[in-house]
Every structure is written in C-alpha cells, then in structure tokens.
C-alpha cells in the first residue's frame, strides 16, 4: 500500500503526540524533556490550523506514519513571511522516505500560503535531520553551540534555510 499525505484533522493527535513521544524521549531533535499530551497536541493543531499554516500527516491507510507542520519563525510582524517546520516520522517507519515525502509536500504546501523562507532548526545536529534537509534543497545558515542539555550532553542547534516561491527576489506586498 503506498503512503499518502494529508491535512491534518484533530482526530490525529493521539497517534501524533505518541509519535512525538518517542523523539522526546529517545532523542535529541526536540529539547523538550516530557511529552505533551494528546490534548495539548490537539491544541497544537487547532491553533496551527486557526492560523491557516500547513500541518499534514503521512499515512498508509488509517495509519498515521508521520507529520510535519510549518508555524510562523517567530511572532514579530516582519516575520510574516518566514516559517520554520517541524517534521517526525514513527520510529518503526523511519528511512523508508517518508520524511522525505512529507518534506516535499511541506514546502509546496508552505509556499502556497505565502511563506518565502523556511528555517529548519535541527536540536542536536541530528544528522538524519540534516541529511533530509539537505537533500530537499536546505543550505546550511548556522550553528549555535552548546543551546541545550539533554540525554546528558551539551547539544547545538543547527539552522538550515531554504528560499520557497519567489524568495527574496520581490516584494510579497506586490502580490
């Protein structure tokens, strides 16, 4: 059965706050230290979705794989046109292209609603993470070292960056 993307409903958070769960406790892409529940990634997806932003899952059939959203790069007024995603893959689906899959339809998906820049920043420097990224076209734009404290080392934060649409070559306003 092939994989599918799309929207997220609400109906997901469960299965993607179990799939976030892994990473928080197992890895070091997220520095969160405890998982949020169901009901907070419920709200996670309301409040994305409230703001029209792109949040979609993979599947193959009913089963969710793995899921990926773009949130405004910070709340400032000048960032309107910038996003940052986030993406996790089941950890039993994991190198199966599945990343790679929701990454593509993310940057269509974030491009389409306007975004002309998306930042990754990649917690730990995953290199799984940063392979993905790059393989989507993401250019490397930064490290920062020492950010976080987590499965007892210090970890940097790698910042990856990619121009969507039109980039910086026009003014957004004019559109």
Not at 37 to 58: C, D, Q, T
Request: glycine fraction near 10%; charge should be neutral.
């Amino acid at each position: 059965m092939t994989i599918s993307i799309r929207p997220v409903v609400p109906e997901d958070a469960a299965v993607i706050a179990d799939i976030y769960a892994h990473h928080v406790l197992h890895g070091t892409a997220t520095y969160e230290m405890v998982p949020p529940s169901a009901a907070a990634m419920r709200a996670k997806i309301e409040h994305i979705a409230a703001k029209g932003w792109p949040f979609l899952v993979a599947h193959r059939g009913e089963k969710v794989l793995g899921y990926c959203y773009a949130t405004q790069f910070r709340d400032r007024p000048a960032y309107a046109f910038a996003c940052e995603d986030s993406i996790y893959v089941s950890a039993d689906q994991a190198r199966l292209g599945i990343g790679r899959a929701l990454l593509g339809a993310l940057l269509a998906a974030a491009t389409a609603k306007g975004f002309r820049q998306m930042v990754a920043v990649i917690g730990g420097g995953e290199p799984a993470s940063v392979a993905l990224h790059a393989a989507l076209g993401f250019e490397h734009a930064g490290r920062l070292s020492a950010m976080g404290w987590k499965a007892g080392r210090w970890l940097d934060s790698v910042y990856m960056q990619i121009a969507l649409g039109e980039g910086s070559s026009t003014d957004p306003a004019s559109h």
